[in-house]
């Protein structure tokens, strides 16, 4: 119940593409839904985040979509670019609890 | 310029050695976090502080310690009974634990890559 599923495990997009990610979770006590951005050799930096009364939040070229009723979120990088390679993760929790991380996806834009 | 620092940024061990890695934030955050990362598998959860003087174990704290004498510091031993160290260690911090603050974004700092020889 407490697991975050992530997939694909890695991506590769042309530049200008679409990319997307998609999370699963279990635990309905979830409000959270944060995702990290995270360069090679560096820790990982808030992307965006949305809580469960929105179905959706944009911002810039990133988009997180959420199904409540399915228990799932999803990353949207519109435009994608080779500056967007990187691995992200999907995380959640609920109040006061720990943040659940997804296993990571890595994201490779060619030229 | 507020933020977490980790040092040193790699660190090799030999076998049957402890070695500790520095966690310090000067953002004024009440909690403290210590992942371990390893390819594939996310970011697991070793060992997390509330407040001053109290921590808890996470999902992987065998045969680690902490310590969190102070709001700005969270150190992090890997001891000799880590039977597989080698792994890339990220120190968080967010401003609450307790569910006081609605968003409780975590803040990363740059890492520490322990290899063990």
């Known amino acids: 119940q407490q697991q975050v599923k992530q997939s694909p495990q890695s991506l590769i997009v042309q530049k200008g593409g679409i990319s997307i990610i998609n999370c699963a979770y279990e635990?309905?006590?979830?409000?959270?839904f944060p995702w990290y951005q995270q360069f090679p050799g560096k820790g990982p930096a808030l992307l965006i985040a949305?809580?469960?009364?929105?179905s959706e939040k944009k911002e810039g070229r990133f988009t997180i979509s959420f199904n409540k009723s399915a228990k799932q979120f999803s990353l949207h990088i519109m435009d994608s670019q080779p500056g967007d390679s990187a691995t992200y993760f999907c995380?959640?929790?609920?109040?006061?609890?720990?943040?659940?991380f997804g296993q990571g996806t890595t994201l490779q834009v060619k030229p | 310029d507020g933020g977490i620092t980790q040092s040193p940024k790699y660190l090799f061990r030999k076998e049957g050695q402890n070695v500790t890695l520095s966690c310090e934030q000067n953002?004024?955050?009440?909690?403290m976090y210590w992942y371990r990362q390893d390819p594939g598998q996310g970011l697991r959860l070793i060992y997390y502080?509330?407040?001053?003087?109290?921590?808890q174990k996470g999902d992987i704290a065998e045969g680690y310690s902490v310590s969190r004498e102070k709001k700005e510091s969270f150190p992090l031993t890997v001891t000799s009974a880590q039977k597989n160290p080698t792994a890339f260690y990220l120190c968080?911090?967010?401003?609450?634990?307790?569910?006081?603050?609605?968003?409780?974004?975590?803040?990363f700092g740059p890492g520490t890559r322990l290899t063990v020889l």
């Open positions: 968080a911090s967010s401003i609450d634990h307790r569910g006081y603050v609605r968003d409780n974004e975590q803040f």
């Open positions: 995380a959640a929790s609920r109040r006061g609890g720990k943040l659940i």
């Open positions: 953002l004024n955050h009440d909690a």
């Open positions: 635990n309905t006590a979830f409000d959270y």
């Open positions: 949305i809580r469960p009364d929105v």
């Open positions: 502080s509330q407040i001053v003087n109290d921590f």
